[in-house]
């Protein structure tokens, strides 16, 4: 997208704008005045943002001008310290409107978003791109080279990150290069958020309605309860509605018999963004991925997963490459299995149909149900929300000691947001955790951890979990399915990364880590979600309250590997598509113009997957990687080899053994990036991780 008019005219016209705005009117101006600290959303308006965001720059540009402008010699404080402290008004803002754009956004929001994202683009080239800034930062740079003894390991990893990334910003370049390096930045900070915005006005637009009662044969009763309370939410009371999102389309594909609806859910759902108009993402994905190659190309590198990973634990696309041919040398096989089992099911039917992508999750349950006896009809009674939500609590305390309590009186942005207050074991505080679960149409699919503060110092964060889960339908609460049980404890495991983070700077607190490390800590936590002696502590049947049962403990224990083949495999395809996307080359783009969907059809012919499986994100739809997962998809499982590997450790001395947990909050969750991040997984276990326990828990080997 061509980026509308000069940063000048849209800052003159939005300081012109700003200028009706009263200071003392704009909570963003000065440290929110309520309890906690906390944004005050009951009194953030519309209005606020743009205002807020110019004098965030102006703040930030004094803040950097004082810097520069420092008489006494380069140090770390006047300096480095100086810089991760700048720009309060803007953490602020961006705090809130960041959030908000993808957990509550409106059209105008959008707009202000697209609007003002060239300008923000901008004013980060601006200060990595400042020359006596960079010679600053350089010069403390070279201080502490020869002798880093100087420095504490924290400081020396924050000194590492700005020096790196004012070089990774093209600080080193000459002026054309630069001039060219700005434009690239300004057109990607538009085009991912089209991209993204492209994604979520193709997924609420589809519905699909039944007016027949005779085509939900097979679905559950609270699948049809949330797909007649969608229809009488769009006005159509008394038919029945489903969409693309998961919480809606999942179950579909999972129990409805009729193939007819589960082919169009699925055709549509995997379509999302190729079918021309306004929101097709193929051009869009195209000039990413070229501009994003352009830039690598400028900072010296031969393509961009090269530049992103520079930084990661992987290193390099060849490393990546490696790990993900491996592991698929063992999903696809598996999945081949599970697809030949599948057909066998559909032949015993006598139908004469073979096994397509529309089919898998239809089979895959009905087989779940066959061999262990197990649905989730069965288990959904036993997993309403609010318990699903205090047993993670749960787990949390008698890991860490910490305890949540619900706050009542703090200003959130929708109904469905709920407050809690996080102590420590010895009753100080550690910050606030926000939660808000179940789907809108202002709200994109999947789900997040963010903050709204920052940990720093003394100062302590306010973290928040958004997902988009199972939602209360008349008399019945939000009762939640395994994977939205086990969506719950990974996200938690997040905030806890957040939370508890015990660092001196900013910009290395908290979940500030490389891409490839920061699923850790999230993962980790899953393996508690299922645990027999932890589903006991929060699994209660939410009419009786009863405990679930030994027997249904056990059967969850046995399907832990089910249909692992596929879900591998499915994972692993959206992770090599996006790497080999990042790493094409320019010699590449010269041979052949880039056609994404070309593309990603030719990697998975040559990959040899199976038609009944598709990358579990298509190209077109895949928001990871304009998301901050652009080369980076593949943590999901190297993170996964970590976490399996870490799990070892309790499984050895026991689910709550507090001198394993003391190690992991010590050694992980309060680093942040204040350390290398294998060294700080040494300090924990002893050793580098193996991929033997991963393979194990995927059922793989």
């Known amino acids: 997208m061509k980026i509308r008019n000069s940063l000048l005219i849209l800052v003159t016209c939005c300081m012109a704008y700003s200028c009706t705005t009263k200071t003392e009117d704009n909570p963003f101006f000065a440290e929110f005045q309520t309890e906690y600290g906390v944004p005050p959303f009951d009194k953030i308006k519309l209005e606020h943002y743009e205002p807020a965001i110019l004098k965030g720059i102006e703040e930030q540009n004094n803040d950097i001008e004082s810097i520069i402008n420092n008489a006494e010699t380069p140090t770390f404080e006047n300096t480095i310290v100086a810089l991760d402290n700048s720009g309060k008004i803007l953490s602020r803002v961006g705090g809130v409107l960041f959030n908000l754009t993808e957990a509550e956004t409106t059209d105008s929001l959008t707009a202000l978003s697209m609007r003002m994202a060239p300008v923000l683009s901008e004013h980060q080239d601006n200060i990595y791109l400042n020359q006596q800034l960079f010679e600053r930062v350089n010069a403390v740079h070279q201080?502490?080279?020869?002798?880093?003894?100087?420095?504490?390991?924290?400081?020396?990893?924050?000194?590492?990150?700005?020096?790196?990334?004012?070089?990774?910003?093209?600080?080193?370049?000459?002026?054309?290069?630069?001039?060219?390096?700005?434009?690239?930045?300004?057109?990607?900070?538009?085009?991912?958020?089209?991209?993204?915005?492209?994604?979520?006005?193709?997924?609420?637009?589809?519905?699909?309605?039944?007016?027949?009662?005779?085509?939900?044969?097979?679905?559950?009763?609270?699948?049809?309860?949330?797909?007649?309370?969608?229809?009488?939410?769009?006005?159509?009371?008394?038919?029945?509605?489903?969409?693309?999102?998961?919480?809606?389309?999942?179950?579909?594909?999972?129990?409805?018999?009729?193939?007819?609806?589960?082919?169009?859910?699925?055709?549509?759902?995997?379509?999302?963004?190729?079918?021309?108009?306004?929101?097709?993402?193929?051009?869009?994905?195209?000039?990413?991925?070229?501009?994003?190659?352009?830039?690598?190309?400028?900072?010296?590198?031969?393509?961009?997963?090269?530049?992103?990973?520079?930084?990661?634990?992987?290193?390099?696309?060849?490393?990546?490459?490696?790990?993900?041919?491996?592991?698929?040398?063992?999903?696809?096989?598996?999945?081949?299995?599970e697809a030949s089992e599948l057909q066998k099911m559909m032949d015993k039917e006598g139908k004469g149909e073979q096994l397509e992508a529309w089919d898998w999750w239809y089979y895959a349950e009905k087989l779940r149900q066959e061999k262990y006896d197990l649905n989730e009809d069965e288990l959904k009674p036993y997993f309403k929300q609010e318990n699903v939500r205090d047993g993670v609590f749960a787990v949390a305390n008698k890991l860490y000691g910490i305890t949540l309590t619900e706050l009542t009186g703090i200003p959130v942005y929708h109904p469905d947001v709920k407050v809690f207050e996080v102590k420590d074991a010895d009753g100080s505080f550690l910050g606030l955790f926000y939660t808000d679960y179940f789907p809108r149409a202002g709200k994109r699919g999947g789900a997040w951890m963010s903050n709204y503060r920052e940990q720093q110092g003394d100062v302590r964060p306010l973290i928040c979990n958004v997902a988009s889960f199972t939602k209360p339908t008349g008399d019945t609460p939000s009762l939640l399915t395994l994977d939205e049980v086990e969506t719950t404890f990974h996200e938690f495991g997040h905030a806890m990364h957040g939370m508890l983070s015990k660092c001196n700077y900013a910009g290395i607190s908290g979940t500030n880590v490389t891409r490839d490390f920061v699923e850790l800590p999230s993962q980790i936590m899953e393996h508690w979600a299922t645990a027999p002696e932890v589903l006991k502590m929060y699994a209660k049947h939410y009419r009786t309250g009863e405990t679930i049962p030994d027997s249904l403990i056990e059967k969850i224990q046995s399907v832990g590997t089910f249909n692992q083949g596929f879900m591998t495999t499915e994972l692993l395809a959206a992770a090599i598509l996006d790497m080999e996307l990042h790493k094409i080359t320019a010699e590449q783009i010269k041979e052949k113009d880039l056609n994404v969907v070309e593309f990603e059809k030719n990697l998975t012919d040559k990959l040899g997957l199976i038609p009944q499986i598709a990358p579990r994100y298509r190209a077109t739809y895949f928001n990871h990687i304009v998301g901050g997962y652009d080369a980076g998809y593949y943590s999901y499982l190297w993170a996964n080899v970590l976490d399996s590997d870490a799990f070892e450790a309790f499984k050895e001395n026991g689910l709550f053994d507090k001198k394993t947990a003391t190690s992991f909050r010590e050694n992980i969750l309060e680093k942040g990036n204040s350390d290398d991040p294998m060294v700080l997984y040494k300090n924990f276990r002893g050793a580098e991780p193996k991929m033997e326990p991963m393979l194990k828990d995927r059922g793989l080997q």
């Open 143 to 337: 201080q502490f080279m020869d002798d880093s003894t100087l420095l504490t390991k924290e400081q020396q990893r924050l000194l590492d990150k700005y020096y790196k990334k004012f070089v990774r910003s093209g600080a080193a370049l000459d002026e054309a290069k630069q001039a060219r390096l700005r434009e690239i930045n300004k057109e990607l900070s538009t085009l991912e958020i089209k991209f993204s915005n492209n994604v979520l006005n193709e997924t609420n637009a589809f519905q699909l309605v039944i007016e027949d009662e005779n085509d939900l044969i097979g679905l559950p009763e609270w699948v049809k309860a949330g797909a007649a309370e969608e229809a009488k939410q769009a006005g159509m009371d008394g038919k029945w509605m489903f969409t693309l999102r998961n919480s809606s389309f999942i179950p579909a594909m999972q129990y409805a018999a009729n193939r007819n609806i589960r082919e169009q859910l699925y055709k549509a759902y995997t379509n999302r963004c190729n079918n021309g108009g306004e929101t097709d993402n193929k051009e869009v994905l195209k000039q990413i991925v070229k501009l994003r190659l352009e830039k690598a190309n400028l900072l010296g590198f031969n393509n961009y997963a090269d530049f992103v990973l520079d930084e990661n634990m992987a290193k390099n696309s060849e490393v990546v490459t490696s790990f993900l041919d491996e592991l698929w040398k063992y999903s696809l096989p598996n999945a081949k299995k």
